[in-house]
C-alpha cells in the first residue's frame, strides 16, 4: 500500500492480492485481485507533515493531525 499527500490531497493505493495459499483451488471467491486507488480532500487545519499510518490485524490506521489555531493576544494600545 502507498499513502502520499500532495497539496491537500491524500491519495491511497494498493493492491488485493489473492489471498489463496499455493495448491489450494477455490469453489467461490467474493471478490478478485485488483488495484484500488481511492483520493480524499483534506481540510486545511491537517497538518500533511505529521500524517502518519499504521497497520494491525489488516487494518490501515491514517492519523490525520490538526494545526493547532493560532491564539488570540491582546494588543495593547500607547496614546503617543
Aim: glycine share 8%; aromatic share 4%; charged share 15%.
Amino acid at each position: 500500500m502507498q499513502i502520499s499527500v500532495n497539496q491537500g490531497v491524500l491519495t491511497l493505493h494498493g493492491v488485493v492480492a489473492d489471498p489463496a495459499p499455493a495448491g489450494f483451488t477455490q469453489v467461490h471467491r467474493e471478490y478478485q485481485p485488483a488495484d484500488f486507488h481511492r483520493t480524499l480532500t483534506l481540510p486545511d487545519n491537517v497538518d500533511a507533515g505529521a500524517i502518519s499510518a499504521t497497520t494491525r490485524n489488516g487494518v490501515v490506521t491514517i492519523t490525520l493531525p490538526t494545526i493547532k489555531a493560532a491564539q488570540p493576544r491582546r494588543i495593547a494600545v500607547t496614546a503617543g
